[in-house]
């Protein structure tokens, strides 16, 4: 364990794990806040905590895990694919935020939101993820510990 670890696990209350065991505990609440929303008599409520959520996992993916992991990908190909997939979800989060929730498209937003988002995820767990644990070129800890202190932050 790094001493950035260390000293975030001191000076906070997130848990602090190796990025991929991080970004892969997001992915499930995020899956898990939209298998609410079909349950949920405050859709709106959902949806907004899910966009949320969204956001700030894209915006540490892309400003921390991403660029610390170039070395460890030598297909960039993953990566650029993985940023074009976030401008779709970030298109997608725009458009349901300015919907009403009783419009008639509202559902089906969020249901076209929520079968990108998993077919990310699913890249991510099979394509991207497994690449990264196999170079041993990144510090998966201490990536980790960037994640949780900008998690912190926000």
Avoid at 29 to 37: A, D, T
Avoid at 39 to 48: F, G, Q, V
Avoid at 67 to 78: C, F, H, L, R, S
Avoid at 87 to 114: F, H, N, Q, T
């Amino acid at each position: 364990m790094t001493n950035i670890v260390r000293k975030i696990q001191f000076e906070t209350s997130t848990q602090v794990l190796d990025a991929i065991s991080f970004l892969s505990a997001m992915q499930g609440k995020i899956l898990e806040l939209f298998n609410q929303y079909g349950k949920s008599a405050d859709k709106k409520a959902i949806t907004t905590k899910i966009c949320k959520a969204l956001t700030t996992n894209m915006q540490i993916e892309e400003e921390i895990f991403y660029p610390a992991i170039k070395k460890a990908v030598k297909e960039n190909g993953i990566i650029s694919a993985a940023i074009m997939e976030h401008s779709i979800l970030k298109y997608l989060i725009a458009e349901i935020e300015d919907l009403d929730e009783d419009s008639s498209v509202y559902d089906i937003k969020v249901s076209v939101l929520g079968e990108q988002v998993k077919a990310h995820f699913m890249t991510d767990q099979t394509k991207l993820f497994p690449k990264v644990s196999a170079s041993k070129k990144t510090d998966l800890w201490a990536v980790g510990a960037q994640l949780a202190w900008r998690i912190q932050e926000q």
